[in-house]
T-cell receptor, first 115, second 115 residues
Framework: DGGITQSPKYLFRKEGQNVTLSCEQNLNHDAMYWYRQDPGQGLRLIYYSQIVNDFQKGDIAEGYSVSREKKESFPLTVTSAQKNPTAFYLC??????????????FGAGSRLTVL | DQQVKQNSPSLSVQEGRISILNCDYTNSMFDYFLWYKKYPAEGPTFLISISSIKDKNEDGRFTVFLNKSAKHLSLHIVPSQPGDSAVYFCAASARGSGNTGKLIFGQGTTLQVKP
């Protein structure tokens, strides 16, 4: 079955530590995204990538970094500069189409808790 | 600036009745609107979409209505079932020049369907 795999599902981190969340997809999708979910704020876009070796900042990129070295992988690093990193992180992917609805397929998410 | 707004944090309906979830937007460049459903600790799953050139799209028990003049859309679920209990997110995208089709999400509405 094709899909998106996020790991780890749960992660605890001490303040001041960087942590990397993994996202792998076998859907052959061109575009990949990272969203963050906080209670009452919906999903907010952190970073996205439309092709390999290219990515753009979303609405809340400060304190985060990404890479896109392979089509199927889009890891997210939460750095110590992120002031409020405790959240539920969602990775998504989509086919790059010129028209039509951009339907994102999401992974199951990773919950990061900073102690 | 919240471009997509879901002003009702929660909604409770009786099984078999209609559920109506509302969404407002401010950006007139949005050309596609999508609804996602999310269970706790899982990723959102795509439900239904509508193009800005249409005013209605139906898929089984789910119908989305779009009122462009009011910048308002709604999702109707008829009849509602207990398994529909989840958080529903409205999302929008714009594919014009300079846009990438990335999705902007609302805050979500928690639907509870009582047996």
């Amino acid at each position: 079955d094709g899909g998106i795999t996020q790991s780890p599902k749960y992660l605890f981190r001490k303040e001041g530590q960087n942590v990397t969340l993994s996202c792998e997809q076998n859907l052959n999708h061109d575009a990949m995204y990272w969203y963050r979910q906080d209670p009452g704020q919906g999903l907010r876009l952190i970073y996205y990538s439309q092709i390999v070796n290219d990515f753009q900042k979303g609405d809340i990129a400060e304190g985060y970094s990404v890479s896109r070295e392979k089509k199927e992988s889009f890891p997210l690093t939460v750095t110590s500069a992120q002031k409020n990193p405790t959240a539920f992180y969602l990775c998504a992917s989509s086919i790059a189409v010129a028209s039509g609805a951009n339907v994102l397929t999401f992974g199951a998410g990773s919950r990061l808790t900073v102690l | 600036d919240q471009q997509v707004k879901q002003n009702s944090p929660s909604l409770s309906v009786q099984e078999g009745r209609i559920s109506i979830l509302n969404c407002d937007y401010t950006n007139s460049m949005f050309d596609y609107f999508l609804w996602y459903k999310k269970y706790p600790a899982e990723g959102p799953t795509f439900l239904i979409s509508i193009s800005s050139i249409k005013d209605k799209n139906e898929d089984g028990r789910f119908t989305v209505f779009l009122n462009k003049s009011a910048k308002h859309l709604s999702l109707h679920i008829v009849p509602s079932q207990p398994g529909d209990s989840a958080v529903y997110f409205c999302a929008a995208s714009a594919r014009g020049s300079g846009n990438t089709g990335k999705l902007i999400f609302g805050q979500g509405t928690t639907l509870q369907v009582k047996p």
